[in-house]
Every structure is written in structure tokens, then in C-alpha cells.
């Protein structure tokens, strides 16, 4: 069936801006997203908005700040999703971290928007516990919690990730969404270090029920990486550990042939509400 109030993704509602589909790269992590800051205060040294948006890094690492009327038109567009009965997750976010370092008090009133038009949310982040503020708004049947990891070595991280929370953090919080029955997932994006990678799943997979996996793009080490052998070996650590994933577009050249791998799984613990098998 045709929805013509639909744009031809399918998924996101025509005239909306605030809750949109994204494309490219973003668009494999989710079917709709929304961004309610400008800007970003965790200074990662290979975040790629600053080019995307055409805005200056050095006022992007200031800080993020609140989008101007954010709420109001979120308002307006969750209407729309809700009039065309949309549950889908909307996730936070991708030019911006829900959880950065300045005051993100807006981003719990805009999960709680999202629920309240009958929406689903998922946040992604590197803000580790500040998370945890909003834990009671994430529902076992519905909503999903992600994290960003680069590595396990706090080190590593702070050279990269300079005013993100410790990966240590970061771990801890995505077990306390999970144990909370919250469905977990990890970004494996970038890829700075191979071994640290293949060692995230190793250490994290019983707690995380979902890893996207995805290479480096934008720095220098896109053309010192064996792809084909990272490809292979992150293969053989998801089948040893039985984890469950979603190789993205950039690595799918070097996937065996047929390789099952769907870029769209249903985010939500079923395990959590029995109710949701019958
Ligand atoms: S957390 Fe995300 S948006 Fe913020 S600086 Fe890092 S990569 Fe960019």
C-alpha cells in the first residue's frame, strides 16, 4: 500500500524536518532521527559533523546548544507521525550527543515528547551515566539505549574522544540499561584500532544486544587498515561470541557471499515482555 503523506523512504512524513530520515552512513544506524542541539562538547578528533554542517570546529567543541524553538517544532512534527499511527524509534542523535557535557535537560523533555505522540526513542551516545538520568522513560518493549566505543583503554579514548565519558562508563551504563531490560547496541565506528575493537565484543557481547560495525572514514587511518582482514576477523569474534550485528555498507564488500545481514532488526527485548511473542 501507498501512504502519499509518506516521503518515498517510506518512513518519514513529508513536510517534516525536526524528525527526519537520514541518509547515507546515519541512515543504516536508524529510520528516523532528530538533532535538538547545535553543536557538541565532547570534542572527538574524528567527529565528521563539523564538515556536514559547514560550521567552524572550534565553535562546534564549544559546547552544545539547545536549537531555537526546538520543542515547539518538535511538537508539530511528532503530530504528524502520530496522526499516520508512526511508532517507530527516533534517535538521538546524529549531529549532536543527547548526553554532552553543558545542560542537556532538553533532551528528556524531548524523549518525553516523543512518547507522548506515541513514538519510540533510542538514544546513541558517548555521555555514559548522564544517561542514567532518563533511564525510567526507556520501555522494555519499545525503546533501545546505544553507545559509541572505540576502545576499552581510557587512555586511547582521551586522546580521541577528548570530553567523552571513559569507555569504562560508557560499559557500565549500557549494563544498567540492559539489566534494566532495555534493548542495548554498540556503534563499532569509527575503527581506530583493530584489536580494540575485536576486544569490545569480546568483553561486552553478554550485555549488548546488538553491534553496528563500521569502519574509519576521515582520517588518515582509512588507508593504513586492512578492511578485508578486519572484515574477516570481527567475523570470526561475532561467531565465537554468538553477538549479533549489522556490518555497515563499507565493510559489506568483503562479507562472504550471502552473508545474512539485515540492516533493520527490531529494537526492543521480546525476552522482556513475553506478551509481545503471542
Ligand atoms: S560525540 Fe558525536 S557529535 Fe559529539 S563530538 Fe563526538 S562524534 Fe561529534
Known amino acids: 500500500m501507498k501512504y502519499p503523506e509518506l516521503n518515498p523512504d517510506g518512513v518519514s512524513v513529508k513536510g517534516c524536518s525536526i524528525i527526519y530520515a537520514p541518509a547515507g552512513q546515519a541512515g543504516e544506524y536508524s529510520a528516523l532521527a532528530t538533532n535538538p542541539y547545535r553543536g ?29 524553538d526546538f520543542l515547539k517544532r518538535l511538537e508539530k512534527d511528532a503530530r504528524k ?10 534517535m538521538l542523535s546524529f549531529t549532536t550527543d543527547p548526553y554532552h557535557p553543558g545542560d542537556h ?18 538514544t ?5 551515566h548522564r544517561a542514567l538520568r532518563d533511564l525510567d522513560l526507556f520501555r522494555p518493549g519499545r525503546d533501545a539505549f546505544a553507545s ?31 539489566d534494566a531490560g532495555i534493548f542495548t547496541w554498540v ?21 549488548v544486544d546488538l553491534y553496528k560495525i563500521g569502519r574509519v572514514n576521515y582520517v588518515g587511518l582509512t588507508k593504513t587498515t586492512n578492511w578485508k582482514q578486519f572484515t ?41 515482555f513475553p506478551i509481545l511473542r503471542d
Open 40 to 68: 557538541c562538547g565532547h570534542k572527538c578528533a574524528y567527529c565528521y559533523v563539523p564538515i556536514v554542517l559547514h560550521m567552524p570546529r572550534e565553535e562546534f567543541d564549544t559546547g552544545a546548544i539547545p536549537r531555537k
Open 81 to 90: 507521525y502520530q496522526a499516520l499511527n508512526i511508532t517507530e524509534q527516533v
Open 105 to 122: 535537560t532538553l533532551t528528556r523533555q524531548v524523549l518525553q515528547m516523543l512518547r507522548a505522540f506515541g513514538l519510540s526513542i533510542c
Open 124 to 128: 546513541l551516545t558517548k555521555g555514559g
Open 148 to 178: 559509541t566505543l572505540t576502545s576499552l583503554d581510557e587512555t586511547f579514548s582521551k586522546k580521541w574522544e577528548r570530553d567523552a565519558t571513559p569507555p569504562d562508563d560508557r560499559i557500565k551504563t549500557l549494563r544498567a540499561f540492559h
Open 187 to 207: 556503534s563499532l565506528e569509527p575503527v581506530l584500532d583493530v584489536e580494540a575493537t575485536l576486544e569490545i565484543i569480546r568483553r561486552t557481547n553478554q550485555f
Open 232 to 272: 574477516n576477523d570481527v567475523l570470526e569474534v561475532l561467531a565465537e561470541t554468538g553477538a549479533r550485528h549489522y556490518i555497515k555498507r563499507d565493510l559489506q564488500p568483503y562479507l562472504p557471499a550471502g552473508y545474512h545481514n539485515p540492516m533493520r532488526v527490531d529494537q526492543f527485548r521480546a525476552e522482556a
